[in-house]
């Protein structure tokens, strides 16, 4: 059982940065893959990116290429999202998620399905003003 919760979230302008941290109570924290997602009102929820267990490997989607980096600390037992160049089109309610299984998900390390993450954060609310 892996319990995770997001802090750091926020109002910012575009074109701010913001970083959002995501903590877990597991002792083998090490042992899973971690994801971020965002849901916006009326919207299913989104894949934003993933990073693997040791940290080694992210992908992201393309929304969020080159402007948001995922890293994480196995020993503080953290994951963070640091996101720049916000756009109002990120405002979205943030969650950190994990993944046990480790994959290959068709090939792929890293899966974008929000049905493959067994233990999720309760969300963290990102408002971005234009």
């Known amino acids: 059982q892996v319990q995770l919760i997001e802090t750091g979230g926020g109002s910012v302008q575009a074109g701010d940065s913001l970083r959002i941290s995501c903590e877990a109570s597991?002792?083998?924290?090490?042992?899973?893959?971690m994801g971020w997602f965002r849901q916006s009102p009326g919207k299913e929820r989104e894949f934003v990116g993933a990073i693997d267990e040791n940290g080694d490997r992210t992908y992201y989607a393309d929304s969020v290429k080159g402007r948001f980096t995922i890293s994480r600390d196995n020993v503080q037992k953290m994951v963070l999202l640091q996101m720049n160049t916000l756009k109002p089109e990120d405002t979205a309610v943030y969650y950190c998620a994990a993944d046990q299984f480790l994959g290959p998900y068709g090939g792929n390390w890293y899966t974008n399905r929000s049905s493959d993450y067994e233990y999720w954060g309760q969300g963290i609310q990102v408002t971005v003003s234009s």
């Open positions: 597991s002792s083998t924290f090490f042992w899973y893959s």
